[in-house]
């Protein structure tokens, strides 16, 4: 991939841009723009991770997998986040696979830079803490909401995570993968979709799904959507009008 200097002067993940000017230049000699393409494998369950990534456009699952080959989706990382946690928490393998379900690029560092750096303390240790902190926030609503809420609220949920983490109504998404991320079978998917459809809040062609109505689809989503979106804002944004936007 060519690289675009103005990516390092200016990155788009937004984790890299909320760093100090000192602090991120430190990190830049050991940065490097890498395309994510479709369905690549950026670390295995149970095998070391050797690089972290800050991804920009692109979409990254972190999945689990069962004996049966079956997959659930933990949770979607994008522009907002970055895929490796695991180096900074004292270990460097996980149970969990990241696997790029958009592609697109990200800024890519070695895991024992980074954890080197994150060692030193400071503002990228605070920032880096208080995002796994909103991770963690994340997936214990998401135990909750696939326990509690309906097929459609969490559907609608999950389309607008991807939304806002693409910064896009439009995305190229198939039936069979987001039935994998839902844990769940693709005729509940298809039953799921076609009524978010009929009531005019998405459309749903050829693998693209397009965000119709978003007001509607956020009121038909539970409220773990906002809560998630909060808890982002709280630890990881900026005051604006609307801060929830600022880390999705």
């Avoid at 490097?32 to 699952?61: G, T, W």
């Avoid at 696997?99 to 800024?107: C, E, I, K, R, T």
Wanted: proline share 4%; charged share 20%.
């Amino acid at each position: 991939m060519s690289l675009d200097k103005n990516l390092f002067q200016q990155p788009s993940n937004k984790l890299l841009a909320a760093l100090p000017a000192s602090d991120y230049e430190r990190l830049v000699p050991h940065l490097k723009l890498v395309a994510l393409p479709l369905r690549k494998v950026l670390y295995e369950a149970a095998e070391p991770i050797a690089q972290v990534y800050f991804p920009h456009k692109a979409v990254v699952s972190i999945v689990t997998a069962m004996e049966d080959g079956s997959t659930v989706e933990a949770r979607l990382v994008s522009n907002g986040g970055m895929v490796g946690i695991p180096v900074i928490l004292g270990d460097n393998t996980t149970t969990t696979t990241g696997l790029v379900q958009v592609s697109g690029a990200a800024m890519q560092i070695n895991a024992d830079i980074l954890k080197a750096e994150f060692n030193r303390g400071g503002a990228i240790q605070i920032l880096l803490l208080r995002y796994v902190q909103a991770v963690y926030s994340e997936l214990a609503q998401g135990t909750a909401c696939n326990r509690l809420h309906t097929l459609e609220e969490r559907l609608a949920r999950w389309l607008l995570i991807v939304s806002d983490r693409l910064e896009s109504e439009d995305f190229p998404l198939t039936q069979e993968f987001v039935s994998q991320m839902l844990g769940v079978r693709r005729s509940g998917v298809t039953v799921a979709a076609s009524t978010l459809s009929r009531a005019g809040m998405i459309s749903y062609q050829r693998g693209n799904i397009s965000i119709l109505n978003r007001e509607d689809l956020e009121a038909t989503s539970c409220e773990c959507y906002q809560v998630i979106q909060n808890e982002f804002a709280r630890l990881l944004g900026k005051k604006s009008s609307n801060p929830a936007k600022k880390f999705f």
